[in-house]
């Protein structure tokens, strides 16, 4: 175990932002689930990855620009997530939590397998040619597409929060998820809230695996790793906390990748592991509490 | 002699300042009733004699012993019961299984504990009852069922909330009953009440709470006629008396 | 059901159940002999697992901990230092035994439950395949391979699959064995009061505490038991065998399945899912992770409409029988 010098460390606590800023996104859709239905949808990764084959199939068929992809992996994937939540969520609202969790596993293990079955569990990669160049400032190397998914993902987040904030629909989302009752005496219709609610995060995640496509692997496989580093974010920001879920994001993106400087190899994701332990145990309501945004 | 006392007890949550400086103290075999509005405070304080809310400040003795900061486990071990203002019954287990998990306290074997169940079940009109789910049951069996598990655990106090709040005339007239038979059997009650027939007709003693502390105390004649009790209850919804 | 008649018929089934599977190796053949050990395997896993998340109604996701702990302290001590595997078994069995109190105590002190104690202990059975992984790339690349001794009770391995059944056969009784008396007695009542509401059941003297942590060091033992047998089984182990999550869904389907907190409920639920896992592993032929789909829908399907697993089913639908008539 060598300590780096601190190019390295400044380049690994640059890349840990610009990943940062995508785990906020994947965890802000998760949040966003959690906060408004108290799912804790563990399908989210799955959803990710459907989101980068979507880019992945584009590009290969059709040559489509992987940014373009945005616009048809954002409605595919908000589609998908109503869908699921309209006929298969929806039964279990009142179920114990274990067993919502069980089902939304059950979820994942299809929607990964069933791609594993369609696509094969070869590892693709796509290219972005006009990226291909990484920029330097100083002795830091910036790649460009984790550059330019770091720019989205901020620019997806704050119009999310403008919907959130601005719109009827976003506050009735806001209101369900803070006074249930109360939304429901309003005469706000709970059920179309929460399948929106899981298609935007759903399309959130879906987004955020089109950005990564780019730099990261694709294969069905993929959406394991990123869920579980989505629940250390969501529970390290507070469950149900907006904000929380973007801050998450990048403290654990700096902690993952500032990590991997000192760890060897597969240790990075042991440390991730550790944290959401150490936060569930002594820190369940996250660094900024259970509120939701 | 004392069985039941608390000191100074103080709880505040987050801003709420849910129960302030209260004492009061439990004569061995009265029947103690604890009146106020909603919201007065009065679950709080079941929950801080019987170890599931940890005070602030202040101090409950029980048969003479601190135990203040006890888990709930160690106070029902030590003779102390209680039952909820929701009912919290074992829902998917039968009527009998969950008095005879009760029983279980004090009877380790399952072919008696089970004999101690089924006794307890007759005492509150449960017994045709007992292999039905605690799930199926109606709101006034699961009262009874509340108070059936609680006794099942052989206790010398018993802690009750507003079980006879929600029930039927009848039923509520049964329950009423039951209590007198509790106390009966030698066991001191502390009870939190809504329902005016129930407190006047059993309690010896009333302590009324308001905004977390003890505004009056006294026997239930001059409770009903006490000013400061009477403008504690302006503008709730509910009559005193209404019951005939 | 607890007339003499009743208790009779229920004894004179099971000799005839037992009689049944002690024979059917003599007229199967070995391929046939494997399946059915799977089952018996799976069955196990799940006795095991339902112990602590069927009857004590805390679900984890992450038994592979376990497993593996088992897995690996019973043959890293048989490689190395030649420890016997039946002692190496019983070894295998406490180390899981203290992993279970270590982490029981920490969640159960902290107060986690429901679905987050669920992820946690998913979180700690990744933990182990990571540093198994990190630790077995450079000693072992291939995974663990347990020398041939031969054919060999003392060894614990065999040429033929016969004995491996009938090991597992006896474990999975002793299993089954072990949660019919905690379902008859004190302790069982305790397990499932915590499970249906914990703080009912604290204040009825149940020190929750105690006996989650009870519950969980029984079923980290026998998991962790389990994880010996499976090394022994096919002589070899690695990282994704013993502490993969495709282990933990195994050993949480089963009870689901057929039945969490029911004696037999894992067994049918393991028989039904193995069965449906070779189906679809011959029709299918070599597309990896078919059964995990087939797992999937099976969760879905049994969540949605089935919460209390086939024999939970059966039980609400007697009863509604016998009420509604």
Same mark, same amino acid.
């Given at each position: 175990?060598?300590?780096?010098?601190?190019?390295?460390?400044?380049?690994?606590?640059?890349?840990?932002?610009?990943?940062?800023?995508?785990?906020?996104?994947?965890?802000?859709?998760?949040?966003?689930?959690?906060?408004?239905?108290?799912?804790?949808?563990?399908?989210?990764?799955?959803?990710?990855?459907?989101?980068?084959?979507?880019?992945?199939?584009?590009?290969?068929?059709?040559?489509?620009?992987?940014?373009?992809?945005?616009?048809?992996?954002?409605?595919?994937?908000?589609?998908?997530?109503?869908?699921?939540?309209?006929?298969?969520?929806?039964?279990?609202?009142? &179920?114990?939590?274990?067993?919502?969790?069980? /089902? @939304?596993? =059950? *979820?994942? !293990?299809?929607?990964?397998?069933?791609?594993? %079955?369609?696509?094969?569990?070869?590892?693709?990669?796509?290219?972005?040619?006009?990226?291909?160049?990484?920029?330097?400032?100083?002795?830091?190397?910036?790649?460009?597409?984790?550059?330019?998914?770091?720019?989205?993902?901020?620019?997806?987040?704050?119009?999310?929060?403008?919907?959130?904030?601005?719109?009827?629909?976003?506050?009735?989302?806001?209101? &369900?998820?803070?006074?249930?009752?109360?939304? /429901? @005496?309003? =005469? *706000?219709? !709970?059920?179309?809230?929460?399948?929106?609610? %899981?298609?935007?995060?759903?399309?959130?995640?879906?987004?955020?695996?089109?950005?990564?496509?780019?730099?990261?692997?694709?294969?069905?496989?993929?959406?394991?790793?990123?869920?579980?580093?989505?629940?250390?974010?969501?529970?390290?920001?507070?469950?149900?906390?907006?904000?929380?879920?973007?801050?998450?994001?990048?403290?654990?993106?700096?902690?993952?990748?500032?990590?991997?400087?000192?760890?060897?190899?597969?240790?990075?994701?042991?440390?991730?592991?550790?944290?959401?332990?150490?936060?569930?145990?002594?820190?369940?309501?996250?660094?900024?509490?259970?509120?939701?945004? | 002699?004392?069985?039941?006392?608390?000191?100074?007890?103080?709880?505040?949550?987050?801003?709420?300042?849910?129960?302030?400086?209260?004492?009061?103290?439990?004569?061995?075999?009265?029947?103690?009733?604890?009146?106020?509005?909603?919201?007065?405070?009065?679950?709080?304080?079941?929950?801080?004699?019987?170890?599931?809310?940890?005070?602030?400040?202040?101090?409950?003795?029980?048969?003479?012993?601190?135990?203040?900061?006890?888990?709930?486990?160690?106070?029902?071990?030590?003779?102390?019961?209680?039952?909820?203002?929701?009912?919290?019954?074992?829902?998917?287990?039968?009527?009998?299984?969950?008095?005879?998990?009760?029983?279980?306290?004090?009877?380790?074997?399952?072919?008696?504990?089970?004999?101690?169940?089924?006794?307890?079940?007759?005492?509150?009109?449960?017994?045709?009852?007992?292999?039905?789910?605690?799930?199926?049951?109606?709101?006034?069996?699961?009262?009874?069922?509340?108070?059936?598990?609680?006794?099942?655990?052989?206790?010398?106090?018993?802690?009750?909330?507003?079980?006879?709040?929600?029930?039927?005339?009848?039923?509520?007239?049964?329950?009423?009953?039951?209590?007198?038979?509790?106390?009966?059997?030698?066991?001191?009650?502390?009870?939190?009440?809504?329902?005016?027939?129930?407190?006047?007709?059993?309690?010896?003693?009333?302590?009324?709470?308001?905004?977390?502390?003890?505004?009056?105390?006294?026997?239930?004649?001059?409770?009903?006629?006490?000013?400061?009790?009477?403008?504690?209850?302006?503008?709730?919804?509910?009559?005193?008396?209404?019951?005939? | 059901?607890?007339?003499?008649?009743?208790?009779?018929?229920?004894?004179?089934?099971?000799?005839?159940?037992?009689?049944?599977?002690?024979?059917?190796?003599?007229?199967?053949?070995?391929?046939?002999?494997?399946?059915?050990?799977?089952?018996?395997?799976?069955?196990?896993?799940?006795?095991?697992?339902?112990?602590?998340?069927?009857?004590?109604?805390?679900?984890?996701?992450?038994?592979?901990?376990?497993?593996?702990?088992?897995?690996?302290?019973?043959?890293?001590?048989?490689?190395?230092?030649?420890?016997?595997?039946?002692?190496?078994?019983?070894?295998?069995?406490?180390?899981?035994?203290?992993?279970?109190?270590?982490?029981?105590?920490?969640?159960?002190?902290?107060?986690?439950?429901?679905?987050?104690?669920?992820?946690?202990?998913?979180?700690?059975?990744?933990?182990?395949?990571?540093?198994?992984?990190?630790?077995?790339?450079?000693?072992?690349?291939?995974?663990?391979?347990?020398?041939?001794?031969?054919?060999?009770?003392?060894?614990?391995?065999?040429?033929?699959?016969?004995?491996?059944?009938?090991?597992?056969?006896?474990?999975?009784?002793?299993?089954?064995?072990?949660?019919?008396?905690?379902?008859?007695?004190?302790?069982?009542?305790?397990?499932?009061?915590?499970?249906?509401?914990?703080?009912?059941?604290?204040?009825?003297?149940?020190?929750?505490?105690?006996?989650?942590?009870?519950?969980?060091?029984?079923?980290?033992?026998?998991?962790?038991?389990?994880?010996?047998?499976?090394?022994?089984?096919?002589?070899?182990?690695?990282?994704?065998?013993?502490?993969?999550?495709?282990?933990?869904?195994?050993?949480?389907?089963?009870?689901?399945?057929?039945?969490?907190?029911?004696?037999?409920?894992?067994?049918?639920?393991?028989?039904?899912?193995?069965?449906?896992?070779?189906?679809?592993?011959?029709?299918?032929?070599?597309?990896?992770?078919?059964?995990?789909?087939?797992?999937?829908?099976?969760?879905?399907?049994?969540?949605?409409?089935?919460?209390?697993?086939?024999?939970?089913?059966?039980?609400?639908?007697?009863?509604?029988?016998?009420?509604?008539?």
């Amino acid at each position: 175990m060598s300590l780096p010098g601190l190019p390295l460390l400044l380049q690994s606590i640059v890349n840990g932002i610009l990943m940062g800023g995508v785990y906020g996104l994947v965890a802000i859709g998760l949040t966003l689930i959690f906060g408004v239905m108290k799912i804790i949808n563990f399908a989210h990764g799955s959803l990710m990855m459907l989101g980068m084959f979507t880019t992945y199939w584009l590009y290969v068929f059709l040559g489509l620009d992987p940014y373009l992809s945005l616009l048809f992996s954002i409605p595919c994937l908000f589609v998908l997530g109503l869908l699921i939540e309209r006929f298969l969520i929806a039964q279990v609202l009142d &179920a114990p939590a274990h067993n919502q969790l069980l /089902l @939304t596993l =059950g *979820i994942s !293990l299809f929607i990964e397998n069933f791609a594993l %079955f369609l696509w094969t569990p070869n590892f693709r990669t796509l290219e972005v040619t006009y990226l291909r160049k990484a920029a330097m400032v100083g002795t830091v190397m910036i790649s460009l597409p984790k550059l330019v998914a770091f720019i989205f993902a901020i620019i997806l987040t704050i119009l999310l929060y403008c919907f959130l904030k601005r719109t009827d629909m976003g506050k009735a989302i806001r209101a &369900a998820s803070e006074e249930r009752e109360g939304a /429901l @005496t309003v =005469g *706000i219709n !709970l059920r179309r809230i929460y399948y929106v609610a %899981f298609g935007i995060g759903a399309a959130c995640v879906g987004a955020a695996g089109t950005l990564t496509a780019p730099f990261f692997y694709v294969n069905p496989n993929v959406g394991g790793i990123f869920v579980i580093t989505a629940f250390v974010v969501v529970v390290l920001g507070g469950m149900g906390n907006f904000i929380g879920a973007l801050v998450g994001g990048i403290i654990i993106g700096l902690a993952e990748s500032v990590g991997a400087a000192f760890v060897p190899g597969q240790l990075k994701q042991f440390i991730i592991y550790f944290i959401f332990i150490l936060v569930l145990l002594f820190k369940p309501e996250g660094l900024f509490g259970r509120t939701s945004e | 002699m004392v069985i039941l006392e608390g000191r100074g007890l103080t709880k505040a949550f987050g801003g709420l300042q849910a129960v302030k400086d209260l004492s009061f103290a439990l004569r061995d075999g009265e029947i103690l009733g604890i009146i106020g509005p909603n919201g007065a405070g009065k679950t709080t304080l079941f929950n801080l004699l019987t170890g599931f809310y940890r005070p602030d400040a202040g101090r409950v003795f029980f048969k003479g012993e601190n135990v203040t900061g006890l888990r709930p486990h160690q106070i029902c071990k030590r003779g102390l019961a209680r039952t909820f203002q929701i009912t919290q019954p074992f829902a998917n287990l039968t009527v009998l299984e969950n008095v005879k998990i009760g029983a279980y306290s004090r009877i380790p074997s399952s072919p008696e504990a089970t004999q101690e169940a089924l006794r307890i079940l007759g005492t509150v009109g449960l017994y045709e009852r007992r292999d039905e789910l605690a799930s199926a049951l109606s709101v006034g069996h699961r009262k009874n069922l509340e108070l059936a598990k609680a006794l099942a655990t052989r206790p010398e106090l018993i802690l009750l909330d507003e079980v006879v709040a929600g029930l039927n005339p009848k039923e509520g007239d049964d329950m009423i009953a039951y209590i007198k038979g509790i106390r009966e059997q030698g066991i001191t009650v502390l009870l939190i009440e809504h329902v005016m027939k129930a407190i006047m007709s059993l309690c010896n003693r009333i302590i009324v709470i308001h905004y977390g502390e003890r505004i009056a105390e006294g026997v239930p004649e001059e409770i009903s006629k006490n000013p400061k009790v009477i403008e504690a209850y302006l503008g709730e919804e509910y009559v005193l008396g209404r019951n005939q | 059901m607890n007339s003499t008649a009743g208790r009779t018929r229920n004894i004179l089934v099971i000799i005839i159940t037992g009689v049944i599977l002690l024979i059917l190796p003599f007229f199967m053949g070995g391929y046939y002999v494997h399946l059915v050990t799977m089952i018996f395997f799976f069955g196990y896993l799940g006795v095991a697992w339902n112990i602590l998340g069927g009857y004590a109604g805390q679900f984890s996701f992450g038994h592979a901990a376990f497993f593996g702990v088992g897995a690996f302290t019973s043959t890293l001590l048989q490689v190395h230092l030649g420890v016997n595997p039946w002692i190496g078994l019983f070894l295998a069995g406490i180390a899981g035994l203290i992993l279970g109190l270590c982490i029981g105590s920490l969640s159960f002190r902290y107060g986690l439950r429901g679905p987050y104690f669920a992820l946690a202990m998913l979180a700690l059975a990744e933990m182990f395949r990571l540093m198994a992984v990190e630790w077995m790339t450079v000693r072992y690349p291939l995974g663990i391979t347990i020398p041939l001794k031969g054919d060999s009770l003392w060894y614990f391995q065999f040429r033929s699959k016969v004995p491996y059944y009938y090991i597992m056969l006896f474990m999975m009784a002793a299993a089954l064995y072990l949660t019919h008396v905690i379902e008859g007695k004190k302790i069982g009542s305790y397990f499932k009061a915590i499970r249906e509401n914990e703080s009912a059941a604290e204040a009825l003297g149940i020190n929750a505490f105690k006996y989650k942590l009870l519950a969980m060091a029984m079923s980290s033992f026998l998991t962790a038991v389990g994880g010996t047998f499976y090394a022994q089984y096919y002589l070899h182990i690695d990282e994704e065998s013993a502490f993969g999550v495709a282990i933990s869904i195994e050993a949480l389907l089963g009870p689901i399945l057929g039945g969490a907190g029911t004696v037999l409920g894992p067994v049918l639920g393991a028989g039904i899912i193995e069965g449906l896992s070779e189906t679809t592993r011959n029709l299918l032929g070599g597309y990896s992770g078919v059964h995990l789909m087939v797992y999937g829908t099976i969760l879905i399907f049994v969540i949605i409409f089935l919460p209390g697993g086939i024999l939970g089913g059966l039980q609400t639908a007697f009863r509604k029988l016998s009420r509604g008539g």
